[in-house]
């Protein structure tokens, strides 16, 4: 029997580790399970350079608990250790196994999918467990089996073991404050999170399956009868799909891969990008389009990063464009820095190195759709359009590659690209200054009067309803000296594309000044502001419009962004129309009755209102009342 003390710099060690190490205890088992894994690839490495001539058989990791001996053990088959080896593994905080494994095999096991790196994943078991066992046999059948011991102190006992089959057997006696690692659905959660798709089986205690049953008898209904069969619950897929090559893989190997991610979610993906690059960093990976609502932050927090099949994390900011973040998937990369610093991440070359490549990946990717199959490319637009407008945003070279795919779809449901559409509107939609103005709706329906008006100009009217899109307005704004977006109800079409002075007035300036009181006192003057405009004889009586620029200033702000003026705070600004030359303002000017002449601009002025969507509750009620009284 041996003793002593682990070799660590301060006796206060295990404190730090059980305290800060890692900032949530569950990861122990990530770690743990982590170490029972490589131990199996190492073996499996030496038996392809010929060092180990025995037969492999079952390289199974075992999981399991004792509730009434209060502990948790992972088991592994996989390289063990004797007695030499655990003093210089265990009683040496920080050094690495797996390190010492590479660097003695270098050139040789590239390929052996050794997971850990930095020695300190073992203490990890300390945060939960008072007492840990370690029970060991070297995969050399000369060497004895050994059993480690330490309660949690720089103090240590090894000892002969008892253990017979090669491999490594950790036991955690788990501590008073720690008893929630004793439950079995704790355990299975942790699992399921951390070791899904490890790349050896996992297997935690058994589960009941329902099968055919063998002998072949038929139920009643003259089906196979069903019979309940006992088997081993594996909790993971040791080959997923972002580990083969995508020529192996079809569509529908994708989406079954995605409901494994995702089983809660109900929607197909709309398609997916295949991550493969070895060079100059090493990166697998599977990324998929879902189909986006209109509340981003919702979407974010899908995409899972992995560290050779051990997963880390599901907070990605870091790693890829803050765009990306809208996707869902799997980013696997050994050469992502973990245990460190959020600014060491945002400061590492590897790590700006793979941003960029996804995001070029992803560009191209929505590039040869759009160059393969547009019709394709054009029924997804409305479900991608979010995702590509906030990649425009906040990825300059993302908006520059795809810039010749981004579409542009009128309100008869047409798709244009930027350049195509400039041309479909040409002369017909400058101003008298030569701009080309782009007429949008963001909800047709209920600025249908709009877009109607506009119809009857011959001019054509795009959608942008997204979050994002009075942002991304503005960008496109940005990059053409002579374009501007104006949305439908922001003004009238005269005013909208001016082509020249406005025509002659039937209201004197006197006349509007007499006018003016009376429609001020049938609606908001805080956030009506009456404005008489000479338009056509067929134009409504009046219009609701919104100025452009303080509406989308409001708008940017409400998505963040608000500019110079803090629009959040903005107070609605509306302008109240009056169409000077429709006969509907001479009559209510000249109506002698004052009481008669308000009737007739609140009926107006509410009409304006209705039109909008605007007119609600009493209001609303008040305005049917009242065309009830004017019909009879």
Not at 59 to 76: H, P
Not at 292 to 312: A, C, D, H, T
Not at 568 to 591: G, R
Request: net charge negative; aromatic share 10%.
């Amino acid at each position: 029997m041996a003793k002593g003390k682990i070799n660590v710099q301060t006796e206060n060690i295990f404190p730090i580790i059980k305290k800060f190490l890692y900032s949530d205890h569950e990861i122990f088992l990530r770690e743990l399970v982590s170490n029972a894994v490589d131990a199996s690839s190492k073996l499996k490495t030496l038996q392809k350079l010929g060092e180990f001539k025995g037969e492999l058989g079952n390289t199974r990791i075992e999981v399991s608990i004792d509730a009434k001996a209060k502990t948790l053990t992972i088991k592994d088959r996989g390289i063990g250790m004797n007695a030499d080896e655990v003093k210089k593994y265990l009683n040496q905080v920080a050094f690495s196994g797996a390190e010492e494994f590479l660097k003695k095999y270098e050139g040789k096991a590239d390929d052996a999918g050794i997971i850990g790196n930095f020695g300190l994943g073992f203490y990890s078991a300390f945060m939960v467990a008072s007492e840990v066992e370690v029970h060991s046999k070297s995969f050399r059948e000369e060497d004895e089996a050994v059993k480690w011991s330490c309660d949690g102190s720089p103090n240590y006992t090894l000892t002969k073991s008892k253990k017979e089959d090669r491999g490594t057997e950790i036991v955690l006696h788990i501590a008073e404050d720690s008893k929630e690692f004793l439950e079995e659905n704790r355990i299975s959660g942790i699992l399921n999170k951390y070791c899904k798709f490890l790349p050896q089986e996992i297997q935690f205690g058994t589960k009941t399956e329902s099968v055919d049953d063998p002998s072949g008898e038929k139920d009643e209904a003259g089906n196979p009868k069903r019979i309940e069969n006992e088997v081993d619950n594996i909790i993971n897929n040791t080959s997923p799909a972002w580990k083969k090559m995508p020529a192996d893989l079809k569509d529908e190997d994708y989406k079954a891969f995605y409901k494994e991610l995702y089983p809660f979610t109900f929607d197909d993906p709309l398609f997916n990008i295949h991550l493969n690059v070895d060079y100059p960093f090493n990166l697998t990976g599977v990324l998929f389009f879902p189909k986006l609502s209109g509340n981003m932050e919702l979407q974010k927090n899908k995409i899972q990063l992995y560290s050779n099949q051990v997963f880390i994390t599901d907070s990605v900011e870091d790693i890829v464009p803050e765009f990306l973040t809208l996707l869902h998937g799997v980013i696997d990369s050994p050469d992502i820095p973990l245990n460190v610093s959020r600014s060491y991440l945002q400061s590492d070359s590897n790590v700006k190195k793979i941003s960029s490549h996804i995001s070029k990946k992803v560009a191209d990717k929505l590039a040869e759709m759009f160059k393969k199959d547009r019709k394709d490319y054009e029924s997804k637009w409305d479900d991608i359009r979010l995702f590509v407008e906030y990649g425009c945003l906040t990825d300059e070279k993302f908006f520059e590659r795809m810039k010749g795919a981004i579409l542009l779809k009128n309100t008869k449901g047409e798709f244009f690209t930027l350049e195509e559409y400039q041309t479909k509107i040409g002369e017909l939609q400058k101003n008298k200054n030569d701009e080309l103005i782009v007429l949008y709706t963001n909800n047709p329906e209920e600025q249908h009067q709009f877009i109607q008006s506009a119809d009857k100009y011959n001019y054509d009217v795009v959608e942008l309803s997204s979050p994002l899109s009075s942002h991304f307005i503005q960008k496109l704004e940005g990059g053409e000296e002579k374009m501007r977006f104006a949305r439908v109800d922001s003004d009238t079409m005269d005013k909208l594309i001016q082509k020249a002075d406005a025509p002659e007035t039937n209201l004197s300036e006197d006349q509007q000044n007499e006018l003016k009181p009376v429609l001020e006192s049938v609606v908001d003057k805080e956030k009506f502001s009456i404005v008489f405009e000479s338009l056509p004889e067929t134009e409504m009586p009046m219009l609701i419009t919104r100025p452009e620029f303080m509406r989308r200033m409001k708008e940017q702000a409400e998505t963040g962004g608000g500019g110079m003026f803090g629009g959040a705070t903005l107070p609605d600004a509306y302008n109240l129309v009056v169409n000077s030359n429709h006969p509907l303002t001479s009559k209510i000017l000249l109506e002698p009755n004052a009481d008669k002449k308000k009737l007739l601009a609140k009926q107006a002025a509410d009409l304006a209102l209705l039109s909008q969507n605007m007119l609600k509750g009493e209001a609303l009620s008040k305005f049917i009342e009242r065309s009830v009284d004017i019909i009879e």
